[in-house]
Structures are given as structure tokens and as C-alpha cells.
């Protein structure tokens, strides 16, 4: 890497003019400038008269060297900026030795442009006034007075190296809320200082110090925006301390990345914030980080996560040192009471485009076991720095504007000034790295560690806490640009767009025939008109076969007479080519004679009948009426194939769905449908292609996309899958399950912290969902709350999601050891059942959540989805995935189980357990009844009933009205066979007002009961209801049955007419039309009813010896009697 040169590089300031300038005396004043840097006055200016317009040619310029190995570095350019103070002249009076001086303003120059790689800028810079000053304009509408600026280095001080690797850390301090009661305005003052330490030179620390908070009775809010100052003390003009460009804008609660951001906190935030003290900073301190240091930033934020920033108090002493503003503090005065620290989560700096975070965070008393615990820190910023502080808590700032341009003579006598800032910065050399990487577990000898802080504790007490703000020049972890997936995407999947049709080829060949002979007919006609049109009108319906016979013959003859058969002939000709070679596909001559005799023969007859087809599309009148078709929607396909499914015939569920793609092979959900299928039967290969057939058609398909990286992870293409799912999110931000399938693609990668991040994402998501529908609900019926004011909500926020406020939270212990599988959740689930029943009280969750526990319990799952699947066991017990797969929104909504809804509906049950393994250990949400309800799906699928009858009574325990529970209870009896607990649970489903997400199959399983138990009449309503919502053929079947055992025959045919339109391959819709003709005796439609249940292989041996003995009954029916 490049490295600047030790030698230093001089910085040139140059004011050149002034612009609206006034003085105390008179309208041109005698004014000169003094240039200020780092405490060191630079220069004066030669003494100039302003002109009567405010104008002054300074052309003043003055420089200070840069020299990064001694004296000035980076870091001072970064948060130190140029004072440029204007200075009027007074004229001399009588008997008066010396000129006498007034300051005008003081303007403030931001040498931060010289860090971003530039080597000169030029700015206009606002001077602003001092008190009394005569600058002080009394209205807006008056210019303000301004210097113009050029900044100027031979070289860019920043190499190209340290431009693109280096960064510029600023850490904002806002302000501490609910400060200790004890903390009061009156008596001797106080100095209240925070201070935290960064990396600024490679491994060294530095300590970053925010000074001289002011104390403030609470009565309102802070304003915002408000501007951020510069940390350094006695700045002249008040408008100075403001930086150029910088303010503190607030935002909302929910949107800050600290603590006290859920929904809960707003009522207390509010309170804080308006009503109680405060103690206010508002500064801003920038730090320039070099490359080393930027990587030990990244290193030390992975390694420790949690950052300690601390606050403390300083007492106060003004000593007389014989000049007005000079004062000093003892050794003996300087202890440090209400020593605190915050603990902020640095995590999110590591997120991929991550520049910023601000938030609140609370202060807690600074005790060294539970400091290095959570941080790993071994040293205390005040404590053990505590003597240079106090040496140093001076009352000041800049040096005298009038001083001379020499370095003060107190900085070079007392040593401890001169080695630290006047900011409170102390020399990056001054001190050992604080943070100690996880390598070392070493402590520092140093001063015994405090255990006990009984000042500090009054921060808990008063719940203190701190808005800070840390913001970075350029991410730590760049972000893939929305551009750069989508091309990924394209590279991988490319798009097909509909191929266009051809205008020429066999359907227009035919269609040019069609046009030919339509109008040939039509001129024969008229030729026909013309020679017979007075016979036909007075003969009219009298014409008898020989007279037509004679009107052909004589047509004919007047057609080869005039030439116009031939005319005809040619006209048809080239019509009759085009068929030839497009749709026979002849283009060469024939091999020999017999050949072309077939050959024209075939022809003649295909030529035959599409003649006859365009004359009866010309004359439809004349045409047989065609038998209408039941035209099946794409919707019927889907619910057919659905039955199919559950039926566990995955041959016709799979015609179905081919059927779909025929007709509409440019329609995704049609693919997305298949691609379904396939999972469900484990088919990963087949379904990948119908995801990524999807996602060719619409590549910004949100749903297509989560599929790809679903079927990427279970295939094990993980750079694909992660491709996929940060298109996802950026495609579509506010999707929850995008960045829930994000976070657990990145569980399986290890990666913890984007772990979190995609996580904290989708929960921060949901809540603004959940917010919106809140405020859409209140608006509705016209009593919106005023949400940002605050006030009580009936739901809260977790960390992964919003729990309603009346719903019981249980805390989640994670099971030890990182064999986690299916039993350890059976386990635990048995444990926490058994603690729900021992105690009605709620049980809150009061630890962290921890990343490391959800990924020990889950990461065993995704091992298991590669591995071989009996295909057979998901045939089997396919039965039970589908129905209750749609869950409406309950109460407890949490990210984890938003994903699991999405899982399910898709049939990606390979991937769910990983997912439940989370909403197991979330502290929101835990088991719930839809937990359950999934945890009993995923034992049926396996059929293992026991487990899945265990959980579904836990799911009714905690919501026994819930219909999903009972009608998922009745498929349970039904496909173990018990019938008769089946039928109560089904019959309980209906009866609620509220009905189950899926009651399809709910009613033909009800019906099919009722057929067994010869209860007919329940039997009909309950398949006439079924028919209401959803006809299909199984529908109509089950009323036609009924109704023929009831022996209305009228109904039944209708109903099985209904059935066998929707489907005439099933058997059983046959057998029972043959039943019904047979009844009513149709000898021809029973036999051909008969003759396809044969055919088509009746299984029900039963109902085929009733067809045998109805037939021996009315002697016909069975043509091989």
C-alpha cells in the first residue's frame, strides 16, 4: 500500500474577500483578519478599509504544516476546523498609546474536504457575529455577511489507497433523558462528560470525549432539526459553534436502531423527552480512521458486538488566577461520581450498506466484571484516565483572539495540556488498546475493578438513558447494487419473453384455404341466383330431387362453358401449394407414381373436409349442431388437482396442472402451481425448473424469486440462493419473508450478524405493517389515535415480532447441546406445556435473545434436507399437508411464523422445521396454536398420529374456539380411521360462525361419513353446500349418490351429469349413471354407462356386484349377458 511521505506539507488559507461588512464606527471600518488552528493563531492580515458597499480585499493568506508522524494528522483536519476571526480597528482618541480592537464575527472553516482526496476547494463562508456586534442583522431579509475562502496543498494529502480503503467515523452525542433526580442546575457546577474509545491508527485507540454537557429542567421537547456543534469549548460568536451542514433531524421511535424503540416505550420517550432533565451536548466529533484501523473497527465490532460508552460527572472549581475566565480544578477536587456506561450494539456498522446508526440507549452503573462480560473492555476511559482529565477539566476553548501568534506559553509548561486537545481528545499514543481482542483473557494490572457503584445505580432507578448517533463515510460491508442481482439473476435464469407469432406456416396456409373457398361459394351462389332465382322463388318449398338434379347439371354446364370453373380452379391453386408445403411439409417430387397416387389421396379427403368446414362457418344454418362443451376455468383445474392431491392421486393432479401450463404456458402462478406439486412429492429437480420457468417470464417476481433460493438452499447451490434472496429485498423491501428466508439462508452460513440484521429487518417490516392496518382500522371507523403522541396499544413489539397484549408469553429456554432435531422440540414442547398448565400467570421473557441459541437448535434441520427422502412417506401422508395450509392473521404474529405460512402454502416442507426451531425460541412467539397446528401437520406427513393427536390438543388448550384446530382434529380421525370421532370434530368445525380456512375438504369428508352411516339427507345438504362453494367433481358425485340413495333419480342424474362433465374418467360417476339409467330404464344409456366403468376400472367391488344384481333385476344393462 502506498504510505505518505514523512515530510510535511504546508495547508494555505487564503481569504480573499469580504462581502456586507459593517463596523461600530462609521460605514468603512478598519478591519483585519487573524486565522486560528489548533489552539495556534496562524496569522494576522494587513489592516483593511472596507468600502462604503461592505466589500474588503483581504488577499490574507496563512498556512501550518501537515505532518502525520508529529504535529498535525489527519485526525485534527477531521474534527479541528480554521477560525477566521474579523477584528475592527478603532481610530486612535487623544492622549490613547494603543489602537484599540473590537471583534465583529468569527467564521469557521471545514478542512473536511481535504480528507475526501481533494487538494484545493473554495467555499463562501458565513461570518457570524458576535454579541453586540454590529453585524447582527434584525431581520432575515438583510445579507449576511460572508468571507470568500480557498483552501489550497501542492499534493492531496490522502493516497489513492487510503481514499478508497481509509473512512471518516463521526459519533454524534444528543443528548441524556430521565438523568437522576439528584442531578440539580443550582450549586457548584458540574462538568458532564461521555466519552468511548475507536480505533484511529492502526491498532492504537483513541479516545473520543464529549465535554461541558449543559443540565436542563425538562417543560418541552428539543427542537428539530437543531444544528450539531463542534466539541471544542469558548468559541466568541454563538453562531460558530454550529457545523456547516449538520443536523440532528430526530426520527421516529420505531425506526432507531437502539433500545427503547418498540411501541411500548413511546408513552415513556415522550415523557423523558418532554418533561423531565436532560442533559444536552449536541456536538459531533469526527475521527479519521487510516486502512489498519478500519479493519480493526470491523474486527473489534465482530469480536465484541457491544461497545461501552461512558458518563460521568466532574465537579467544577473556579480558582483566580488573576485574569477574568482563567480558571482551574485541584487533584483533590476531581473525583468522578455517577460513573455510568451505555452498551451499544455496533452489529448493525457490519451490515451490508450500513453507514449509520442512532438510537437510545440505556445507562446502566459501570461496574468491571459485568463491563468486560458484556464488552470485553479492560480499562475504564475516565477511571483510568481520570488524572489527565482533571488536569485538564479547564473552563475554555480557543486561544484569545488577541493572543499573540505564538503558541501560548501554558502549553509548553504544563506538560499534561500539551500531550491532550482542548477538545478532551487525548494523543492516540497516550493509551493501551481498552477493547481486548477474544484472543486475550488476560486483565491489565491497573486499579482494583469496581463491583459495587451505588451512584451509578440511580441511572437504573431514574431509567437514564442516552441518544447517541455513530455515523461512517462508507459502509464497512458494501451492498450489492439492485443492478448488479439483477444481472446475476438474468446470467443465471435468462428472461424469455412470449415468442411472437408466425404470420406464415400451416395455420395460415389453412386459413388462406378457408378465405378461397368462402369465396367461391360465394360466386357460385350468385352464379346460381342469377340462372334459377325466379324458379326457386315461385316453386319455394315445392322443388322436388330431380329438379335439383337438373339445376346441378345445367350449372355445371354454364361454369365449364363460360371458363369460370377453371377461373375457380386457379384461384384455389395457390391456396392449395401453400398446404402442401406447410402442413405435409412437401417440397421435393414424389419417389414414384404409387407414392403420389397415396399421397393425393390423403390430400382429396383433408382438402374434403376443410371445405366443409368453411362452408358450414359460411353457412351456419345449414350446419349439424355441435354438442356443447363444459369449458373447465383455470381455477377449477387447480382446486381438481388440489383433490387429486389429497386423494394422493398425484398421476391425474399432475395431468391437471399440465393441463394449466397447455393452455396458458405464459401464466407464472401456473408454474409456480407445478413447481409446488413437485416439492410436495420431493421431485427438487423439477421443481427448480418450474421456479425458474417462473421467474424467465417475470424476473422481478417476488414470489419466484424466494422459490429459486428456497430450492437453491435445499439443493445446495448457496451462492445462487443468496443471489436470489438479496434480489428479493431489494426488489421489494418491505417483504417480511424475503428477509426472514435472508436471515436463516445466512444462519446456515454461519454468518450471525447479517443474521441479525435480516432478521431486525423483517421484524421492523412487520411492524410497520401491523402499524399501517392498525391506523387503517382506526381511520375506518373514525377514531384514529394519534400514533406518533403516543398513548396505549394493545400490541408490542418483540424483537422478531407483535405479540398482542392480552396473549400469554412464555420464555423460551434453549436446550443445551447442538443436536437439535425434531424430538428435542417434542421435548421441550411437553416441558413448557407442563409449566403452562402448573401456573395461570404469564411467564415474560427477561434475557436477550441470543443468535447462538436459535442456531445450535436449527442447524441440524438443514443438514437433514439433502440427505434421501422415501418419496413414498410424503405420498402417503400427503393427505394432510393441504388442508388448513391457509391460516388467517391471528393474534400473535411473529416473522418466523409469517415465513412458516409462506413454507406451507408452497409445499416446501423440507424446509419449514428450521423455521419452527426459530418461532420455537423467538421471545414473542414460542408454542402458539398455529405452532401447533403446523408441528401437527409435519407428524402426520411423517404418520406418526400420536405426536400429531399430542399437539393438537395443545393447540386446542390455548384456543379452544379456534375451527382450524377442530376441522385439522377431524382429517387426524379421518385418516387414522376413526370415523366416528372424525364426524363430531367436522360437525363442530361448521357449527362455528367463523369458518376453518379450508372447509372444501371438510364438507366431502363430512358427506362421504355421513354416506357410510346411510344418513342421506344430512349427506345431500352437506355436498349441496359443498357444491355452493366449490363444484368440482367429487362435489357433485357425493350429492348425485345421496340423492340416488334417497331414490330422487331426477336429482341424481343431474348432479352426476354435473360430475361427469367436470370429469368423464371417473369410474365411480359412471357406475352410479349406469344405477340411475338403469332405474329408470334407458337400455342404451345403461349399457354405455356400464361399458366405460368397465373400462375405466372400478375399484369399489361393491357397487359393481349392485350394478350385476340391478341388472339381473330389469334383465338389460350388461351387453355380454
Known amino acids: ?126 461570518l457570524h457575529p458576535v454579541q453586540g456586534s454590529p453585524l447582527e442583522t434584525p431581520s432575515s431579509s438583510v445579507k449576511q455577511c460572508s468571507l470568500e475562502v480557498k483552501v489550497l496543498v501542492a499534493e492531496p494529502l490522502l493516497t489513492t489507497a487510503q481514499i478508497s480503503e481509509g473512512n471518516l467515523l463521526k459519533v454524534t452525542l444528543e443528548a441524556a433523558y430521565s438523568v437522576p433526580e439528584s ?18 491508527v492502526g491498532e492504537k485507540d483513541y479516545p473520543i470525549l464529549f465535554k461541558n454537557g449543559t443540565l436542563k429542567l425538562g417543560g418541552e421537547r428539543e427542537p428539530v432539526p ?34 427503547l424503540n418498540h411501541p411500548e416505550d413511546r408513552e415513556f420517550r415522550n415523557q423523558a423527552e418532554c418533561i423531565k432533565k436532560r442533559i444536552i451536548w449536541d456536538l459531533e466529533s469526527r475521527c479519521y480512521l487510516d486502512p489498519p484501523a478500519v479493519v480493526s473497527f470491523q474486527k473489534r465490532i465482530a469480536d465484541c458486538r457491544l461497545w461501552p460508552v461512558e458518563i460521568t460527572r466532574v465537579p467544577l472549581i473556579t480558582v483566580s488566577k488573576g485574569k477574568a475566565g482563567k480558571t482551574e480544578k485541584t487533584d483533590e477536587e476531581g473525583q468522578l461520581s455517577f460513573h455510568g456506561v451505555a452498551y451499544v450494539n455496533m452489529v448493525p456498522l457490519l451490515y451490508p450498506g450500513v453507514k449509520r446508526i442512532r438510537g437510545a440507549f440505556h445507562v446502566y452503573p459501570y461496574l468491571d466484571n459485568v463491563v468486560h462480560e458484556k464488552t470485553k473492555c479492560l480499562f475504564s476511559l475516565f477511571r483510568d484516565l481520570g488524572h489527565h482529565l482533571i488536569h485538564n477539566n479547564k473552563i475554555g476553548g480557543i486561544i484569545s483572539p488577541l493572543s499573540k501568534p505564538a503558541v501560548p506559553k501554558n502549553l509548553k509548561e504544563d506538560k499534561p495540556v500539551k500531550e491532550k486537545d482542548i477538545d478532551g481528545r487525548l494523543r492516540p499514543g497516550d493509551m493501551a488498546p481498552s477493547i481486548k481482542s477474544q484472543s486475550s483473557d488476560t486483565p491489565l494490572e491497573g486499579e482494583p475493578p469496581l463491583s459495587h457503584n451505588p451512584e451509578g445505580q440511580q441511572y437504573i432507578e431514574a431509567r437514564t438513558y442516552i441518544v447517541l448517533e455513530i455515523q461512517l463515510d462508507k459502509a464497512l460491508v458494501p451492498k450489492r447494487m439492485p443492478e448488479e442481482l439483477a444481472r446475476r439473476v438474468k446470467e443465471m435464469i435468462p428472461p424469455r419473453p412470449p415468442l411472437t407469432r408466425r404470420t406464415g406456416g400451416a395455420q395460415k396456409a389453412m386459413s388462406d384455404y378457408h378465405i378461397q373457398i368462402k369465396n367461391i361459394s360465394r360466386a357460385i351462389l350468385d352464379e346460381y341466383y342469377r340462372m334459377f332465382g325466379k324458379q326457386v322463388a315461385t316453386l319455394e318449398s315445392d322443388m322436388d330431387s330431380e329438379t335439383l338434379e337438373e339445376q346441378k347439371c345445367q ?90 392431491e389429497v386423494n394422493e392421486n398425484f398421476e391425474m393432479a399432475a395431468a391437471y396442472y399440465k393441463e394449466r401450463l397447455v393452455r396458458e404456458p405464459q401464466n407464472l402462478d401456473h408454474w409456480l402451481d407445478y413447481g409446488a406439486f413437485c416439492l410436495l412429492t420431493e421431485d427438487n429437480i423439477k421443481a427448480q425448473e418450474c421456479f425458474r420457468k417462473a421467474l424467465s417470464l417475470n424476473q422481478s417476481h417476488i414470489h419466484s424469486l424466494l422459490l429459486c433460493g428456497v430450492l437453491a438452499v435445499l439443493l445446495e447451490n448457496y451462492e445462487q440462493a443468496e443471489i436470489f434472496f438479496e434480489d428479493a429485498t ?90 437439535a432435531t425434531l424430538s428435542v422440540l417434542d421435548k421441550f414442547l411437553e416441558e413448557s406445556s407442563k409449566l403452562q398448565s402448573d401456573s395461570r400467570e404469564p411467564i415474560l421473557p427477561t434475557q436477550t435473545w441470543d443468535p447462538s441459541i436459535n442456531q445450535n437448535l436449527s442447524n441440524t434441520f438443514i443438514k437433514e434436507v439433502p440427505a434421501k427422502k422415501e418419496v413414498s412417506k410424503c405420498k402417503d401422508s400427503s393427505a394432510l399437508l393441504h388442508p388448513g395450509l391457509h391460516y388467517g392473521v391471528s393474534q400473535t404474529t411473529t416473522i418466523f411464523m409469517e415465513t412458516i405460512h ?34 401437527a401437520q409435519t407428524h402426520i406427513l411423517k404418520k406418526d398420529f400420536a405426536k400429531a393427536e399430542e399437539y393438537l390438543q395443545q393447540a386446542a388448550q390455548m384456543d379452544y374456539l379456534s375451527p382450524n384446530v377442530w376441522g385439522l382434529k377431524g382429517h387426524l380421525y379421518f385418516l387414522s ?123 369399489d367391488e361393491a357397487l359393481l356386484a349392485e350394478i350385476h344384481t340391478v341388472q339381473e333385476t330389469v334383465g338389460f344393462g350388461n351387453p355380454s349377458f
Open 555 to 644: 350449372l355445371s354446364y354454364e361454369l365449364n362453358c363460360s371458363g369460370k370453373y377453371f377461373a375457380f380452379k386457379e384461384q384455389l391453386k395457390h391456396a392449395v401449394v401453400k398446404i402442401v408445403r406447410e402442413k405435409y411439409l412437401k417440397t421435393t417430387s414424389f419417389e414414384s407414381q404409387e407414392e403420389l397416387q397415396t399421397f393425393i389421396s390423403e390430400l382429396y379427403v383433408f382438402l374434403v373436409d376443410q371445405m366443409h368446414v368453411a362452408l358450414n362457418q359460411t353457412m351456419p344454418e345449414d350446419a349439424q349442431g355441435t354438442i356443447a362443451t363444459i369449458y373447465t376455468s383455470s381455477e377449477q383445474l387447480r382446486l381438481f388437482a388440489f383433490e387429486a
Open 730 to 819: 431489494c426488489l421489494e423491501p418491505t417483504n417480511v419473508v424475503a428477509w426472514t428466508l435472508l436471515g436463516l439462508y445466512y444462519e446456515i452460513q454461519n454468518n450471525d450478524i447479517r443474521m441479525e440484521m435480516a432478521f431486525h429487518e423483517a421484524s421492523k417490516q412487520l411492524q410497520a405493517r401491523m402499524i399501517q392496518a392498525h391506523v387503517t382500522k382506526q381511520k375506518s371507523i373514525g377514531t384514529v389515535e394519534d400514533i406518533e403522541e403516543g398513548g396505549k396499544r394493545e400490541s408490542s413489539l418483540g424483537p422478531w415480532g407483535i405479540t398482542n397484549g392480552s396473549a400469554t408469553a412464555i420464555k423460551v429456554e434453549a436446550p443445551a447441546g447442538p443436536g
Open 1 to 126: 500500500m502506498e504510505q505518505v511521505p514523512s515530510t510535511g506539507r504546508l495547508v494555505q488559507i487564503t481569504v480573499t474577500e469580504g462581502y456586507d461588512l459593517k463596523g461600530f464606527k462609521g460605514d468603512t471600518p478598519v478591519t483585519f483578519i487573524r486565522a486560528e488552528f489548533n489552539q495556534v493563531v496562524l496569522g494576522d492580515s494587513a489592516k483593511i478599509t472596507v468600502s462604503p458597499e461592505g466589500t474588503a480585499k483581504y488577499n490574507f493568506t496563512s498556512s501550518f504544516e501537515f505532518n502525520p508522524e508529529g504535529g498535525i494528522t489527519l485526525d485534527d483536519l477531521a474534527h479541528k476546523p480554521v477560525f477566521l476571526t474579523v477584528t475592527e480597528v478603532l481610530p486612535k482618541e487623544k492622549k490613547q498609546k494603543e489602537e484599540k480592537t473590537l471583534i465583529l464575527g468569527q467564521a469557521v472553516v471545514d478542512l473536511l474536504p481535504l480528507l475526501e482526496g481533494q487538494s484545493s476547494f473554495q467555499t463562501a463562508v458565513p
Open 226 to 259: 437543531r444544528p450539531k456543534k463542534w466539541p471544542i469549548a469558548n468559541i466568541l460568536a454563538p453562531g460558530a459553534n454550529n457545523i456547516p451542514d449538520a443536523f440532528i433531524v430526530g426520527g421516529p421511535y420505531e425506526e432507531e436502531d437502539g433500545e
Open 902 to 935: 409462506f413454507l406451507m402454502n408452497v409445499k416446501a416442507v423440507q424446509f419449514v422445521h428450521r423455521v419452527l426451531a426459530h418461532e420455537l425460541l423467538c421471545p414473542q412467539g414460542g408454542p402458539s396454536c398455529e405452532y401447533y397446528l403446523v408441528l
Open 183 to 200: 442531578f440539580i442546575p443550582t450549586g457548584p457546577g458540574q462538568n458532564y462528560m461521555v466519552g468511548l474509545q475507536v480505533p484511529s
Open 977 to 1099: 380411521g376413526n370415523h366416528a370421532e372424525a364426524k363430531a370434530c367436522y360437525e363442530r368445525t361448521i357449527s362455528f360462525v367463523v369458518d376453518a380456512s379450508e372447509m372444501h375438504f371438510i364438507f366431502l369428508r363430512l358427506g362421504l361419513i355421513y354416506l357410510e352411516e346411510k344418513e342421506y339427507e344430512k349427506a345431500k345438504k352437506t355436498y349441496m353446500q359443498a357444491c355452493k362453494r366449490s363444484p368440482s367433481c367429487l362435489t357433485w358425485l357425493g350429492l348425485g349418490i345421496a340423492c340416488y340413495r334417497l331414490d330422487e333419480l331426477t336429482e341424481a342424474e343431474d348432479a352426476l351429469s354435473e360430475a361427469n362433465a367436470l370429469n368423464n374418467y371417473n369410474a365411480e360417476v359412471w357406475a352410479y349413471l349406469a344405477l340411475v339409467c338403469l332405474k329408470v330404464g334407458r337400455q342404451l344409456e345403461a349399457e354405455q354407462a356400464y361399458k366405460y366403468t368397465k373400462k375405466l376400472k372400478l375399484k
